[in-house]
């Protein structure tokens, strides 16, 4: 058979590919100059950016990789529309991060919308709007936004925040003050929706890029830049935590099955990325359960206020503070798991380690955006007073950085780190340890559990009886029982989304039924954070039930230990620096007040 590759007459046999064919004549696909950006990518077959053109069309990399050579064939390596399509694809990648085929699927659910009588798409490629959201945590596109309203819906229906508006002309308004950045809003939007196109994704082979899925209309503000630039400064000392539910959530992003528990091989990948300290969220977990539960037993022996709300949430944390400000008495003063973290790790691990804690960095990576706003708190930053205390002049704040899942995934791929093939490593020790009470603070009725356990404990002196708790269990919202623990009944209840919360805390406010509660759980998001706003998409019924199931393996059969004030390293903490739970130190560094928001008279 005779074809030619640019212009030149080659010779070739049946059977053999184009790109085989290409290869054989001498010539390449062009490299185009990405810039720091094709750095990040490590996808030297990137379909979008390797091109040829076939008989007058341009055809990607992995399609010439699976096309036959025909007889007659005309392929050219350059030519003037190669150089156009390459420029237009690379400059989408450097200036806007997005790549040309997620663009062209966000195309495709637009032309869906128009369909469907949301859009004209002569008008929505035309769209030119500021870019708009909630900070820290959530940006809105109303360029990519293909006005199906979801998140209006979802925002007022199933969270009964009403943050978002419809506008006929400007589309999805957000108001900053209402919106409590559980994220939910981003889980409903389509523009992100692209695990229908999976296969095409994976055909393709763009599995391994960053920029395989499209930055929604409803996204979180990506913060992988300003993680990879700390990684990478001499001047900063990078440690890592993760969230309970991370590990049971991120496989998903790599094509394993939901649910599926990483942690071995998640601390392998940041090892490999350059943190200086693998550490875990979990071990945090295991802490608060302490205090939290050291706090619930000062109430009740000291006639505190009844019922205590659990307070690890930061979602529901400013849905109290926004909707419900007479309620804040009743909040733990018990910091979230990963303000803990941050907070012990600057004022205790650094000196463990002889490290400047102004040097050291607490990155986190976790299910939800609320915790972005959690950590810029103005009074998250207890290490620093701690340590302002004792002459360190300098204010830092306790958690420096804080991803989702979704953006845990995209740093690995950045770093072209192999996910599958990773061995599975142990955490760095002083923060890393941790038991069973901890992974299930990811799941509803999670935090309630452990705290039972340990609480039992302390109660009896005795090892508690019982471990599961599974009257709790609920996935409808809300769910109470009495619970005996030793000599005391206890009236607990479970309840998550935010739809539900409501309900209970007006049931509190006016004397109802739960007002005579001893110890409620809430959680922002349905499923708790394994349904969290920063979790992989699809989050929805059956990857919630699977990632649950992930964190109970995790409990059940994986972890020794199952109850919070037996992990080793919690004890050396108390031992060596905070002396017991609820101590004068313990307070500086693990407990917090909460800030009344007053809500706008007129809601959007
Ligand atoms: S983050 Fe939550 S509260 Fe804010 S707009 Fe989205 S759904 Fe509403
Ligand atoms: S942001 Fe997403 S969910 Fe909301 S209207 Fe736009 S496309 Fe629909």
Same mark, same amino acid.
């Given at each position: 058979m005779k074809m030619t590759v640019d212009e030149k007459p080659l010779q070739i046999n049946r059977g053999i590919s184009i790109l085989e064919a290409i290869y054989s004549s001498g010539a390449r696909l062009q490299e185009p100059d990405c810039g720091p950006v094709r750095r990040w990518t490590n996808n030297y077959c990137c379909p979008a950016i390797h091109l040829a053109e076939v008989d007058g069309q341009l055809v990607t990399s992995t399609l010439l990789a699976r096309l036959m050579a025909q007889d007659g064939m005309s392929v050219k390596t350059s030519s003037p529309s190669i150089d156009k399509a390459l420029a237009e694809r690379t400059r989408m990648l450097q200036e806007r991060h997005e790549c040309f085929f997620v663009r062209g699927m966000q195309k495709v659910i637009a032309a869906e919308a128009e369909s469907a009588g949301f859009i004209k798409m002569e008008e929505w490629e035309k769209f030119a709007f500021p870019l708009r959201g909630a900070a820290p945590s959530l940006v809105h596109d109303p360029n990519r936004c293909v006005r199906c309203r979801a998140c209006v819906d979802t925002c007022r229906d199933v969270q009964t925040v009403e943050a978002l508006r419809f506008d006929a002309v400007e589309g999805v308004l957000i108001d900053e003050q209402r919106c409590v950045r559980c994220g939910q809003c981003i889980h409903i939007c389509p523009s992100g929706a692209t695990h229908k196109y999976r296969k095409l994704i994976d055909l393709l082979g763009c599995g391994s890029c960053p920029f395989d899925k499209p930055l929604g209309a409803m996204r979180e503000r990506d913060e992988t830049a300003n993680a990879w630039s700390l990684l990478h400064s001499d001047d900063c000392y990078p440690v890592a935590q993760f969230a309970p539910a991370v590990r049971a959530s991120l496989a998903q992003e790599f094509g394993l099955a939901p649910g599926e528990l990483v942690t071995g091989k998640l601390y392998a990948a940041l090892r490999r990325m350059g943190f200086r300290q693998v550490w875990d969220t979990n071990f945090s977990a295991d802490l608060t359960i302490m205090e939290e539960g050291s706090e619930l037993l000062h109430r009740l022996k000291h006639s505190g206020k009844l019922p205590m709300f659990t307070s690890c949430c930061p979602g529901w944390v400013r849905f109290a503070e926004t909707f419900f400000p007479e309620l804040l008495p009743h909040l733990s003063?018990?910091?979230?798991?990963?303000?803990?973290?941050?907070?012990?790790?600057?004022?205790?691990?650094?000196?463990?380690?002889?490290?400047?804690?102004?040097?050291?960095?607490?990155?986190?990576?976790?299910?939800?955006?609320?915790?972005?706003?959690?950590?810029?708190?103005?009074?998250?930053?207890?290490?620093?007073?701690?340590?302002?205390?004792?002459?360190?002049?300098?204010?830092?704040?306790?958690?420096?950085?804080?991803?989702?899942? !979704?953006?845990?995934?995209?740093?690995? @791929?950045?770093?072209?780190?192999?996910?599958?093939?990773?061995?599975?490593?142990?955490?760095? $020790?002083?923060?890393?340890?941790?038991?069973?009470?901890?992974?299930?603070?990811?799941?509803?009725?999670?935090?309630?559990?452990?705290?039972? !356990?340990?609480?039992?404990?302390?109660?009896?002196?005795?090892?508690?009886?019982?471990?599961?708790? !599974?009257?709790?269990?609920?996935?409808?919202?809300? @769910?109470?029982?009495?619970?005996?623990?030793?000599?005391?009944?206890?009236?607990?209840?479970?309840?998550?989304?935010?739809?539900?919360?409501? @309900?209970?805390?007006?049931?509190?406010?006016?004397?109802?039924?739960?007002?005579?509660?001893?110890?409620?759980?809430?959680?922002?998001?349905?499923?708790?954070?394994?349904?969290?706003?920063?979790?992989?998409?699809?989050?929805?019924?059956?990857?919630?039930?699977?990632?649950?199931?992930?964190?109970?393996?995790?409990?059940?059969?994986?972890?020794?230990?199952?109850?919070?004030?037996?992990?080793?390293?919690?004890?050396?903490?108390?031992?060596?620096?905070?002396?017991?739970?609820?101590?004068?130190?313990?307070?500086?560094?693990?407990?917090?007040?909460?800030?009344?928001? $007053?809500?706008?008279?007129?809601?959007?």
């Open positions: 003063t018990s910091k979230s798991p990963q303000q803990m973290l941050g907070a012990v790790a600057k004022a205790y691990a650094a000196r463990r380690l002889d490290v400047d804690p102004r040097r050291m960095k607490v990155i986190s990576f976790m299910p939800c955006t609320a915790k972005k706003t959690e950590a810029v708190r103005p009074e998250m930053n207890s290490a620093a007073r701690y340590l302002r205390s004792k002459d360190h002049a300098s204010d830092f704040p306790d958690v420096d950085l804080v991803l989702t899942t !979704r953006e845990l995934a995209r740093l690995l @791929k950045m770093a072209g780190i192999d996910f599958g093939a990773l061995p599975e490593e142990r955490a760095d $020790p002083i923060l890393g340890s941790y038991t069973g009470a901890a992974p299930i603070f990811g799941r509803t009725g999670g935090v309630m559990e452990a705290a039972l !356990r340990t609480a039992a404990a302390l109660v009896t002196g005795l090892p508690p009886e019982k471990m599961e708790f !599974r009257e709790l269990e609920t996935i409808e919202g809300i @769910k109470a029982t009495a619970l005996q623990i030793g000599p005391v009944t206890i009236k607990a209840a479970v309840v998550h989304g935010l739809g539900n919360a409501r @309900k209970v805390c007006d049931s509190v406010r006016s004397g109802g039924e739960f007002a005579s509660y001893h110890f409620i759980e809430f959680m922002a998001c349905p499923g708790g954070c394994i349904g969290g706003g920063g979790q992989p998409i699809a989050t929805n019924a059956s990857t919630r039930a699977a990632r649950t199931a992930g964190l109970d393996k995790d409990d059940r059969e994986v972890c020794a230990l199952r109850v919070s004030h037996e992990n080793p390293e919690v004890k050396s903490l108390y031992t060596d620096f905070l002396q017991t739970p609820l101590s004068p130190v313990s307070h500086q560094l693990l407990h917090t007040h909460y800030t009344e928001r $007053p809500i706008p008279a007129n809601p959007l």
